[in-house]
């Protein structure tokens, strides 16, 4: 299993952008600099600022300093820009190795981000604790930190009577908006001198998660860098998602009509001096990445660093050239490793080359379905070795090549997932629909002549596209002979009908209410089964009603066809049954829909038609016309 963090280990190929970027972060004719790291959300931002940490402690010509916040933890504060100077400070004065000498100018510029906050926060809340406590009523308690509790005794009502004027003389006075200027050009010279007296030579200050914040915290962040924190020997590298950021500085600085500029664009610029765009991976990334991640769960890390080492030597990432599972197995068992063992305790040989292979012939049809995502990509293999585990603990025998297409199938389109469930589901276990499918699409190549004879509603429908088709191809190819039950149960979260498990039912009338319900049974299997319910207890023939009724809320479309015909064949739900013809949801009645209504009684079928054109829902006309 993989966590849903930075990788310790580059499996990406973002070495060459960590140390572009850390070449340019430390360039002294480059400071101050922000360099904006733009990235969807899981490109991979998160583990190059980890590479590029890294490469910042392997330097020996320079003595820098890397702080790295994640802006998300300051979401609770009031105050972002003050919650952002105050870790970087703290952050400083926890560093042993440069700021030793320098902890009382750190601890005394602490103090004032404390006063900057409390200033900040008066303004917000409308100064009313300030001047209550200065007109000797300290009661109107407004701002956070100002308790009851602290009012027991002379001394504390004097000591809250002395910070709210020092608030007055420092925030509330006329020439407040120089108070607010000089702040922030004090605050700029203390911080300059105490990276001056550190005797460093840079400073990088990353940032990460900031996309993750509500916009007011983003803008926030943002005016701290460019107004307190942007001074010589520093450099930002902020990771974020661009269209998160655009739409936080829209949203805090609407467009004018007039105005024939971006305010986003020019927003950006002022703040990133540097954007470097983390592309999109391509297929062949995703799945080199893929069966790295494998790797990584089995090898032991020197093998492991040398397998990438190999790779890269080969110049396979700067390429864009596939890593074949063959080509992984190879340079493994061409390795030693450095206390004799390859592969990490509890893990074999012949699984870890089980697992490349199963992924080496699927991951292309992976890789196309995971959108250029590693985050997604590791989430995909979570998911899958979730349920191998299940599968062994449960005593559950699976064909792990099974398992990995099913799940691609139920990440490239959840309906089609589902239809093959049902399938499934009503053939115990075996997918009897899908050998019409995979024959036509396997036997594409044939002549015309030689190619099985398939109606033209099968070739229209979504089994037909072009990644269904890739999908198909890969082996196994017989997944219409192949018992999927025990694949399907370990994967109920995603096929389970709430509706109808809200409802009593138990397994077997799940299952016949999905073979009466489903539109490609032929017609006359339908109404036999539905025979079948004149047999049936009132109990059971009751909730299976309710299941179908059911089923009809979901897609009215397939389903009205059997309500009709419970409703003539069934007296005593007649009166529920009609209540549900009355909820087309679509709004409008269709010549479909009065057709089918046909088949009713007359006196039904003219308090429906009276009822949907009293509703305005059809025209009287259209009812003759059908």
């Known amino acids: 299993m993989w966590a849903d963090d930075a990788s310790k280990i580059d499996m990406l190929a973002y070495e060459p952008y960590a140390n572009l970027i850390c070449e340019i972060a430390t360039s002294e004719r480059m400071n101050p600099l922000t360099i904006g790291l733009f990235g969807n959300w899981g490109s991979g931002k998160s583990t190059l600022l980890h590479l590029i940490e890294q490469n910042t402690m392997n330097q020996t010509e320079k003595k820098i300093a890397v702080v790295t916040v994640n802006a998300w933890m300051f979401e609770g504060y009031d105050d972002a820009k003050t919650a952002l100077m105050e870790a970087i400070l703290q952050s400083l004065q926890e560093n042993q190795t440069f700021f030793k000498e320098s902890k009382d100018k750190i601890k005394n510029l602490i103090k004032r981000v404390d006063w900057i906050r409390v200033g900040s926060t008066a303004l917000k809340k409308g100064i009313p604790l300030s001047l209550s406590l200065?007109?000797?009523?300290?009661?109107?308690?407004?701002?956070?930190?100002?308790?009851?509790?602290?009012?027991?005794?002379?001394?504390?009502?004097?000591?809250?009577?002395?910070?709210?004027?020092?608030?007055?003389?420092?925030?509330?006075?006329?020439?407040?908006?120089?108070?607010?200027?000089?702040?922030?050009?004090?605050?700029?010279?203390?911080?300059?001198?105490?990276?001056?007296?550190?005797?460093?030579?840079?400073?990088?200050?990353?940032?990460?998660?900031?996309?993750?914040?509500?916009?007011?915290?983003?803008?926030?962040?943002?005016?701290?860098?460019?107004?307190?924190?942007?001074?010589?020997?520093?450099?930002?590298?902020?990771?974020?998602?661009?269209?998160?950021?655009?739409?936080?500085?829209?949203?805090?600085?609407?467009?004018?009509?007039?105005?024939?500029?971006?305010?986003?664009?020019?927003?950006?610029?002022?703040?990133?001096?540097?954007?470097?765009?983390?592309?999109?991976?391509?297929?062949?990334?995703?799945k080199n990445y893929m069966l790295l991640l494998i790797s990584e769960m089995y090898l032991s890390e020197d093998v492991l660093n040398r397998l990438i080492n190999k790779l890269r030597d080969k110049g396979i990432f700067v390429k864009g050239e596939i890593i074949s599972g063959k080509e992984?197995?190879?340079?493994?068992?061409?390795?030693?490793?450095?206390?004799?063992?390859?592969?990490?305790?509890?893990?074999?040989?012949?699984?870890?080359?089980?697992?490349?292979?199963?992924?080496?012939?699927?991951?292309?049809?992976?890789?196309?379905?995971?959108?250029?995502?590693?985050?997604?990509?590791?989430?995909?293999?979570?998911?899958?070795?979730?349920?191998?585990?299940?599968?062994?603990?449960?005593?559950?025998?699976?064909?792990?090549?099974?398992?990995?297409?099913?799940?691609?199938?139920?990440?490239?389109?959840?309906?089609?997932?589902?239809?093959?469930?049902?399938?499934?589901?009503?053939?115990?276990?075996?997918?009897?629909?899908?050998?019409?499918?995979?024959?036509?699409?396997?036997?594409?190549?044939?002549?015309?002549?030689?190619?099985?004879?398939?109606?033209q509603e099968l070739k229209n429908n979504a089994w037909f596209g072009d990644k269904m088709k890739r999908w198909i191809g890969v082996e196994p190819t017989n997944l219409s002979e192949v018992d999927l039950s025990q694949y399907f149960y370990l994967a109920r979260d995603s096929v389970s009908d709430k509706k109808l498990f809200s409802i009593n039912l138990n397994q077997e009338?799940?299952?016949?209410?999905?073979?009466?319900?489903?539109?490609?049974?032929?017609?006359?299997?339908?109404?036999?089964?539905?025979?079948?319910?004149?047999?049936?207890?009132?109990?059971?023939?009751?909730?299976?009603?309710?299941?179908?009724?059911?089923?009809?809320?979901?897609?009215?479309?397939?389903?009205?066809?059997v309500l009709i015909e419970l409703y003539k064949m069934f007296p005593q739900y007649q009166s529920k049954i009609y209540e549900e013809l009355k909820k087309i949801k679509k709004g409008l009645i269709t010549p479909t829909e009065i057709f089918l209504f046909k088949q009713l009684d007359s006196e039904t079928y003219e308090k429906l038609k009276e009822y949907y054109v009293e509703e305005k829902k059809s025209s009287k006309k259209l009812w003759e016309i059908g």
């Open 134 to 286: 200065l007109a000797g009523n300290p009661f109107p308690m407004l701002l956070g930190g100002f308790k009851p509790e602290n009012f027991d005794s002379e001394k504390e009502i004097g000591q809250h009577l002395e910070n709210a004027s020092q608030i007055k003389k420092d925030y509330i006075n006329p020439s407040q908006q120089e108070n607010i200027i000089e702040n922030v050009r004090k605050f700029r010279e203390d911080f300059v001198n105490i990276i001056r007296t550190s005797n460093i030579d840079n400073l990088i200050i990353m940032i990460d998660d900031l996309d993750r914040c509500n916009p007011d915290r983003i803008i926030e962040t943002l005016e701290a860098i460019k107004l307190f924190l942007a001074v010589e020997k520093t450099t930002f590298v902020i990771a974020m998602d661009e269209n998160i950021i655009t739409y936080s500085i829209k949203r805090k600085y609407p467009q004018l009509d007039d105005v024939d500029i971006d305010v986003s664009n020019d927003y950006i610029e002022k703040i990133v001096q540097l954007p470097i765009r983390i592309a999109e991976l391509a297929e062949t990334d995703i």
């Open 328 to 455: 992984i197995v190879e340079i493994i068992n061409g390795v030693t490793s450095a206390n004799g063992n390859k592969y990490k305790q509890g893990y074999s040989q012949s699984d870890f080359e089980e697992q490349i292979q199963i992924f080496n012939s699927i991951g292309s049809v992976i890789a196309a379905t995971l959108k250029g995502n590693p985050r997604q990509t590791k989430r995909f293999l979570n998911t899958f070795y979730m349920r191998k585990r299940l599968a062994e603990i449960q005593r559950i025998e699976l064909n792990l090549s099974v398992l990995a297409k099913l799940m691609v199938l139920e990440y490239t389109d959840r309906d089609l997932f589902r239809e093959l469930y049902q399938w499934q589901f009503e053939n115990d276990g075996i997918p009897k629909p899908l050998s019409d499918i995979e024959n036509q699409v396997l036997n594409e190549s044939l002549n015309d002549e030689e190619k099985p004879q398939t109606s």
């Open 509 to 561: 009338e799940r299952k016949f209410i999905n073979q009466i319900c489903n539109a490609t049974t032929a017609e006359i299997v339908r109404k036999k089964k539905i025979e079948e319910l004149k047999v049936m207890d009132e109990v059971t023939r009751s909730e299976i009603v309710k299941g179908v009724i059911s089923k009809y809320n979901q897609d009215q479309n397939y389903h009205l066809w």
